[in-house]
């Protein structure tokens, strides 16, 4: 059987810990020695900081996503829109006037109108 030894902590702090150790371990002695195991098989200090949390990759990847949002918007209404317009008036299509085909020239005679009339005088008959 091994032997007990006594550590003196806070009272703030044993509680704490007295708390964390009955809700993951038999013991309080286990608990200890897997804190203390999962600090060194891991090479991290309790002191560093293990970097980003969820709640701010979550507000980063929102922040990119309205970015990407706007970009998309943005192209939606300079390029694919006016775009779109194009294509559609290039497909409508309107019945083109009937216009006979001209196989060949028809040559209509004017009627020549006549430029210069001689006078008629009541007083010049014959």
Known sequence: MDSFTGIRFKKE???RFQ???????KSHT???????DFFFYNEISPKENL????????A?????????IAILRDVEKTQTKPTAAVMQSLF??????????IVEKKFVE???KVRFREK???TNQF
């Open 30 to 36: 286990e608990a200890m020695a897997a804190i203390l």
């Open 19 to 25: 708390k964390f150790s009955r809700t993951h371990f």
């Open 51 to 58: 970097g980003p949390t969820g709640r701010t990759i979550e």
């Open 60 to 68: 980063k990847l929102l922040k990119r996503i309205n970015a990407v």
């Open 13 to 15: 702090t044993a509680k």
């Open 120 to 122: 008629q005088n009541p």
């Open 92 to 101: 409508e299509t309107e019945e083109p006037s009937k216009k006979p085909l």
């Open 110 to 112: 004017e009627k020549k």
